[in-house]
């Protein structure tokens, strides 16, 4: 069975971080390029940041410089680091392949930055 499990989201004070994972079943997950997306409330979706099979990296602007997506074939599981967060980051945070299958769009993880 395909699956993406995201993980690791929560409430953060802005400045702090949080360390997203997604854990990948079902899928070569070694030679795809994986994404993390994310949907703030009342808005679409959007890719946040991307990485290739030979780990080759992108950002949205709005993230540059603060965010880290890296990963782990060896676990099949894609991370996000989060640094200074703010309150713009507030969404539900998905993982999926880029760009992203229709059957592999998961509950997604929670993050919500606020004082």
């Known amino acids: 069975q395909v699956q993406l499990v995201e993980s690791g989201g929560g409430l953060v004070q802005p400045g702090g971080s949080l360390r997203l994972s997604c854990a990948a079943s079902?899928?070569?997950?070694?030679?795809?390029?994986m994404g993390w997306y994310r949907q703030p409330p009342g808005k679409q979706r959007e890719v946040v940041a991307t990485?290739?099979?030979?780990?080759?990296?992108d950002y949205v602007d709005s993230v540059k410089g603060r965010f880290t997506i890296s990963r782990d074939n060896a676990k099949n599981t894609v991370y996000l680091q989060m640094n200074s967060l703010k309150p713009e980051d507030t969404a539900v945070y998905y993982c999926?392949?880029?760009?992203?299958?229709?059957?592999?769009w998961g509950q997604g993880t929670q993050v919500t930055v606020s004082s």
């Open positions: 990485i290739t099979s030979l780990g080759n990296t």
């Open positions: 999926n392949l880029v760009p992203g299958r229709n059957n592999l």
């Open positions: 079902g899928i070569i997950f070694r030679i795809n390029t």
